[in-house]
């Protein structure tokens, strides 16, 4: 028998032939082979040294952080070198492929003497050259050691290392920490930034949320909410990168959270809890990675609480993006201070890093003020410029408001920044306590001495008229002015600001009459009574164009301050046609602005409640046919609870569409005879017969008292940073609050 033949024969057909016992033998042995490689190939590395002991050449322990470094107090690394991670053949060879395929391509294209003849040959081989570039991406997209041969040690020392921005924590000059050492020999975290761009690619393309985008940019952007730079923010959006610095899944999350309570739309309406939600737990999760996005997010999700009458989660939110800023630096200049191992920021990047500051200090200081709590941004402590004119982009019409004569929206802040440290001035002058003598204190030692404060108050009050005087042309007003421009939400955002702090600041003193020669117009009355008939044309002018459902929460704040004063001014007696007109109109303003903001829903239901019991002989506020009225009960549904039965709670959740919503078929039931005044009201001119009139909401039908027990509401209370006022929501709505100090000397 032929020897070659047989080594040629099959192995399958010579096993059949043998004994069976022979094959048994011969199969244990092969199953046996098999174990021992996948017993080798089951084996856990053994974990390497930490790069100090290995640099000095001592004994690791191999735990993490080792015993050496421990002692050492400083950071233990482990560095994975891939010498045991041996990538398969398939991979190295298409390697070795692209590498011979891009060297001769590239020695053929350098051989060739001419330019026309190298751009010749970049177009007969293109197609060649993109498919070999697309097949090098899909390969280097595949991870080439799997996650289980990661060592342990590695896997807790390599999670999410470094955030996935370039941007990193700011330590001082005095600081004990190196601004690069803890993190220069950690890898960079890849994972994240192809997450976020992957995410941002679907989201730019979706028509709900490029809705939200739209109505957030034109009608709430110009008012507190320029720390969010339009332009970057759209460009970084549109045209997203792995590492982006002004735009991020958060962020547009946080965005549309406001947006979406403007839509007019209720199944995107309906999804603004659902972004909150959202992008509050992404934030929460990722503390550790500090952004500029994420600052921005912080701010919105603040806002959204406070809009909605939710103070406190808005305090503690808008915190933690002031702390967020301090820990990336945002208020200092690069060169200004001196910090170490810190790339030179181009000159654009500086000029965006100042608008998100400065806008950061104008919310931080409008919620200070809104909520009579200390700012936490000062002045003093920012090195970084002031914000200038920035470029503006030619195709974002759809995301901004464009009116006849376009205005920068740089302005507007610049301006807002000087009105802020007057008012902080303000503020440390005479909404503190005194020094004075015991006689000018009560028993509870609280200083009840106003008068000797007006001279300080008149003199600021004629600051800020100055500060009104200089403004450019482009943003000053006047009535005439107010009646083309009110529309614009860009120019008036400045003027809302100075609307809410001229009543903030004055109205505590609006009860002390006393005659100051040639300043009777800065006294604390006239400011407050000319800033409310300003806030009534204006809003008139806004709703007339765009109807109530885009007012933004300034115009909010203004009506309910603005219905404060003049209870404060008037009693239930003196309560002039006039005055009980832009009270009735006021009350209006907040229906309209339920839906959209809780907090004009909340309050709308309190001031009812106290007009109610203030002016309980006038059929305006307190109409006889109520108490007659039943509520309806749906023979279908079993009875519920009336609102009597149980305590008022004021929840989260109420910013829903169905607690916040106040279009109903009950307006002539909240206001029965305000349709027989109407003639004398149009006279006066606070709501024009062509002007929709809010409905309020079914729900205020039957309206409890209202007591301490069963309200659980914050509102603005206004200068509760002082103890001079300590006073809580429903003060803003009292008879005459300062009238037992108006006669002090």
């Avoid at 048994?24 to 046996?32: F, I, V």
């Avoid at 398969?88 to 692209?98: D, F, I, M, P």
């Avoid at 041969?149 to 990193?168: L, N």
């Avoid at 614009?488 to 003193?509: A, D, E, H, K, Q």
Wanted: hydrophobic share 35%; aromatic share 8%; proline share 7%.
């Amino acid at each position: 028998m032929d020897p070659e033949k047989n080594r040629d024969a099959p192995e399958l057909p010579r096993l059949a032939n043998q004994p069976q016992h022979a094959v048994n033998a011969q199969s244990n042995l092969d199953s046996d082979s098999d174990s021992l490689k996948r017993k080798g190939s089951q084996k856990k590395d053994m974990p390497l040294s930490c790069q100090r002991c290995r640099l000095r050449k001592v004994k690791c322990n191999l735990e993490h952080p080792c015993s050496s470094c421990v002692r050492l107090g400083v950071e233990c690394i482990v560095l994975s070198d891939m010498r045991k991670k041996r990538p398969n053949a398939g991979y190295v060879s298409t390697l070795e492929r692209q590498i011979k395929q891009f060297t001769t391509f590239f020695s053929k294209l350098e051989a060739l003497p001419s330019a026309q003849e190298k751009q010749a040959y970049l177009d007969a081989h293109a197609r060649e050259l993109n498919q070999c570039l697309q097949e090098q991406e899909q390969q280097s997209e595949r991870p080439v050691p799997k996650e289980e041969e990661v060592p342990s040690r590695d896997k807790s020392a390599s999670v999410d290392a470094t955030p996935a921005t370039k941007i990193r924590p700011v330590y001082g000059p005095t600081s004990v920490y190196d601004n690069d050492q803890d993190h220069r020999m950690q890898p960079v975290s890849e994972k994240r930034g192809t997450h976020d761009l992957s995410q941002l690619n679907q989201l730019n393309k979706s028509q709900e949320i490029l809705h939200c985008l739209k109505l957030f940019f034109t009608w709430q952007y110009p008012d507190h909410n320029m720390y969010v730079f339009r332009e970057a923010f759209l460009i970084d959006f549109f045209h997203p990168k792995p590492h982006t610095l002004y735009c991020s899944p958060v962020l547009v999350l946080s965005i549309c959270a406001l947006g979406a309570r403007m839509s007019e739309v209720d199944s995107i309406y309906n999804k603004s809890i659902s972004f909150y939600n959202e992008a509050r737990s992404l934030l929460l999760s990722s503390l550790e990675h500090p952004s500029i996005t994420s600052v921005q997010s912080f701010l919105l999700l603040a806002f959204y609480d406070i809009c909605n009458g939710n103070n406190s989660t808005g305090w503690m939110l808008s915190g933690n993006a002031m702390r967020m800023g301090f820990d990336l630096g945002f208020q200092l200049h690069p060169e200004v201070w001196f910090l170490k191992n810190r790339g030179a920021l181009k000159q654009l990047d500086v000029a965006i890093r100042s608008r998100i500051y400065w806008g950061c200090y104008m919310a931080d200081h409008f919620i200070s003020l809104i909520l009579g709590r200390p700012s936490l941004l000062k002045s003093s402590d920012a090195t970084i410029p002031e914000t200038e004119d920035l470029p503006e982009l030619d195709w974002i019409d759809e995301y901004k408001y464009v009116p006849d004569n376009v205005t920068n929206i740089s302005d507007p802040l610049k301006n807002i920044i000087n009105l802020i440290n007057i008012s902080d001035n303000m503020l440390n002058d005479i909404f503190t306590k005194s020094d004075h003598d015991s006689e000018h204190h009560d028993l509870e030692g609280d200083d009840l001495n106003l008068v000797s404060r007006l001279s300080m108050l008149y003199a600021y009050n004629d600051q800020i008229m100055k500060w009104k005087h200089n403004l450019p042309p482009d943003l000053n007003w006047d009535q005439e002015s107010l009646k083309r421009t009110s529309d614009n939400p860009t120019v008036s955002g400045v003027r809302y600001y100075y609307y809410i702090l001229v009543l903030c600041l004055n109205r505590p003193f609006v009860g002390i009459t006393r005659n100051m020669r040639n300043k009777n117009h800065l006294s604390p009355a006239v400011v407050c009574n000319n800033a409310i008939d300003e806030i009534f044309l204006a809003i008139q002018t806004f709703q007339k164009a765009h109807g109530l459902r885009r007012a933004s929460i300034f115009i909010v704040y203004c009506s309910i301050l603005s219905i404060s004063v003049i209870l404060l001014t008037t009693t239930s007696e003196s309560l002039g046609a006039d005055k009980k007109a832009k009270l009735i109109y006021f009350l209006n303003v907040l229906v309209g602005c339920s839906k959209t903001w809780a907090l004009a829903e909340k309050s709308h239901k309190l001031i009812r409640g106290k007009l109610q019991l203030q002016f309980s002989h006038d059929p305006d506020f307190n109409p006889d046919t109520r108490k007659a009225k039943k509520p309806k009960v749906d023979k279908k549904k079993p009875p519920q609870k009336t609102v009597q039965d149980q305590p008022v709670k004021v929840k989260m959740e109420e910013s829903s569409s169905e607690t916040s919503s106040l279009a109903s078929s009950h307006a002539q039931d909240a206001f029965p005879h305000h349709h027989h005044q109407h003639n004398h009201i149009s006279s006066v001119g606070p709501v024009p017969p062509h002007f929709p009139e809010p409905e309020p909401s079914s729900e205020d039908l039957d309206f409890p008292p209202l007591d301490e027990a069963n309200v659980e509401f914050f509102g603005p209370p206004v200068l509760m940073t002082s103890d001079l006022f300590n006073e809580d929501w429903e003060a803003l709505f009292p008879d005459s609050i300062f009238s037992s100090r108006t006669h002090d000397s």
